[in-house]
């Protein structure tokens, strides 16, 4: 399927990010991070010595087969980290988060930077996607990607035609009970059917 592991974690927490990638995240998405700061505090909790200061400790290795030596050595290159951009503060500071290195994707999130915007719900409107668009030109010669998450695919391929590289489609849970009460609709349909 060609699809890789990757973990939303709660917040911007040592702990918590340590914790993804040693459970197998091939990537891990840190919400709200608005500041420079906030941005190299992800990158020193999810990347190991010298880039950061994650604490080494790939209990996985061995049952996969590789040893602790290459998992150090191919970390830092062999994962992911992605930012979510979710606020007026974090679109105005854009251009100093960026310049951050250790970081592999901006991930701009609609929902709450519509709600940030003053128009919560409305991750469709005007101003919403004037900040989605204006993103991608300055994420450009940045070498980061861009990213965004929308549940319909008809919304991810105009995303993705507009210079969106990655995108967070739904969830498991959605799209599971949705083929659930699809497949429920179709049986009940075929009981309610006359002998």
């Known amino acids: 399927m060609g699809v890789a592991g990757v973990i939303r974690v709660a917040w911007n927490d040592p702990g918590l990010i340590k914790k993804a990638y040693?459970?197998?995240?091939?990537?891990?998405?840190?919400?709200?991070?608005?500041?420079?700061?906030?941005?190299?505090?992800a990158v020193r909790y999810a990347r190991y010595p010298p880039l950061g200061e994650r604490g080494i400790a790939p209990w996985f290795a061995t049952p996969l087969g590789i040893t602790t030596a290459?998992?150090?050595?191919?970390?830092?290159d062999e994962t992911l980290l992605v930012l979510q951009m979710e606020s007026v503060e974090a679109y105005e500071?854009?251009?100093?988060?960026?310049?951050?290195?250790g970081f592999d994707v901006i991930l701009a999130g609609p929902l709450d930077l519509s709600a940030s915007l003053g128009i919560p719900g409305e991750r469709h409107h005007s101003k919403v996607e004037r900040i989605m668009l204006d993103l991608v030109d300055r994420v450009k010669g940045t070498g980061k990607a861009l990213a965004t998450t929308f549940a319909d695919p008809a919304h991810c391929r105009r995303w993705i035609q507009a210079g969106y590289r990655m995108m967070n489609v739904g969830s498991v849970l959605?799209?599971?009970?949705t083929a659930t009460a699809r497949a429920?609709?179709?049986?009940?349909?075929?009981?309610?059917?006359?002998?």
């Open 174 to 177: 959605n799209l599971g009970l």
């Open 22 to 41: 040693d459970v197998g995240a091939v990537g891990v998405i840190v919400p709200q991070v608005d500041t420079p700061d906030e941005a190299r505090a």
């Open 93 to 101: 500071r854009i251009d100093e988060i960026l310049a951050v290195g």
């Open 184 to 195: 429920f609709a179709e049986l009940r349909a075929e009981l309610d059917r006359p002998a």
């Open 70 to 76: 290459d998992v150090i050595r191919h970390a830092n």
